[in-house]
Structure formats: structure tokens, C-alpha cells
């Protein structure tokens, strides 16, 4: 009897499973409502068993591209990643696999910690733009491998913007730079500008840095040919006023 009774109280102590016996159907279709429902905590679990019990087939595949979503509406984009390079890595030939590079991007895209969340009010030059970069990369995958998705278009127009946040990092880096006068950093940090990011807005501005740069550091010959460029591609710029910099403008000794 003591036997009996010590055996019924281990019982007791197991955690209730209320999914136990469910099948994969029931499972995915729970899951899903709960997804929907903005229950994400819950439909990862739910998806999370569902694998488990179920590896193989096409419910397990749909699960893990339904949780590689919910992990990213759920505001984790560590797990929302890893979950998408997963599928990706064991799934090289899915019919979905556009949408998991275009997922992807969407996760970097909107990190709170990338530059676009957080453009205002901030010292870019000490932000990591590792984000935004991953989420161009994810988009050009996209874009070359299925040109013809119907999520390519939109990757497209985000990276057009992703493009233009990273060249103006990287302005306001030089900017950085220039203020504390570390000009030799700042007319490398320029020049990179005018060579990567030439289809944005910031190559004028680049030129001028550069320009001044130069001129600060006693290198006339590529202070002149750098102002050369800039005429030659912006003759009606403000920062030819002076003769050979820009220094009456300054304006990053007062950007912050």
C-alpha cells in the first residue's frame, strides 16, 4: 500500500500536457489560430511540439516557417533569424524559400537597433549598422535568386532606403571625424562615400569633406583634384563659395 500510495504521488507531479495525443493536424491548426490570435508565446510552443512529434513532412516545413514569423512578431529577432537560416539551410529547394530570405530581411529591416528604427535624436557614428546591412544582403539574395517573386519588388524599395541609411552612417561618421578634427579618418570615411554610395544623396557633401580634409592635412595636389570633382559634378554647389574649402561653412562643428 505505502508502495502504491508513493507511486500515485510521483504521478501527480507530472507537468499536464493538454496537447498529448493531438494530432498533426490539430496541432498546426491550434497553432495557427493562436498565431493569429497575437497569442505568439503560446503558437511557439504549439509549433515548437509540433516539430518535435512531427519532423517530416509538409506540416513540420509549414511549422517552421510559421514560427520563424511568429518569433519575429513576437519581437525576437535573434530567434526569428536563426529559425529562417534554419529552414533555409535544410530546405535549399522549397517552393517558399523567396519568402524566408524576404522574412529575413524584414527582421533586420526593423531591428529597433538598426538605423532605420532609430534615425532622430542619436549619435549614428556610434551605432553598429550590422542590421542594416544584413537586411540589404538578405534582399539581395532575394532579388537575384527570384527575381520574379512577389516579394522582390518590395525588397527593391527597401533596399533603395537601406542604401541611402547606410551612406548617411557613413556621412555621419565623417562628420564625427571632422568635428574632432581626425581629418585623415574623415577623408577616408568621405571617399568611401563617393565610391560606394555615388546614387545617393551624400557624394556633394562627401566631395566637400574631402576637400577641406585635404587642405587641413597640407595635401594641395589632392585637395585641388578633389575640388576638380566636385565642380565638374556639382558646379552649382554651396561648397565652391570658397576658394579652396569650406571652412566659412563648418558645419560639423556644430552637428552633434
Known sequence: MLVTAALAGCASTEPYDETRGWTVEKLYTEAKDELNSG???RAVK??????????????AQQSQMDLAYTQYKAGEPEQAIAAADRFIKLHPAHPNLDYMYYLKGLVYYNDDSGLLAKW???DMSERDPKSTREA?????????????SPYSADA????????DAL?????????YYMKREAYLAAANRAQGVVKEYANTKYPEEALAIMVTAYDKLGMPTLRDDTRR???????????????????????WKFWK
Open 156 to 163: 527593391r524599395t527597401k533596399m533603395d532606403r537601406l542604401v
Open 39 to 41: 497569442n505568439y508565446t
Open 136 to 148: 540589404f544582403l538578405s534582399f539581395r539574395e532575394l532579388t537575384s535568386r527570384f527575381p520574379d
Open 46 to 59: 504549439l509549433y515548437e511540439t509540433l516539430e518535435a512529434r512531427f519532423p517530416y513532412g509538409r506540416y
Open 167 to 175: 551612406g548617411g552612417y557613413e556621412m555621419h561618421v565623417a562628420r
Open 229 to 251: 570633382v566636385l565642380a565638374m559634378n556639382y558646379p552649382q554647389s554651396a561648397y565652391l563659395k570658397t576658394p579652396w574649402q569650406v571652412e566659412e561653412m563648418a558645419w
Open 120 to 122: 532622430a535624436g542619436q
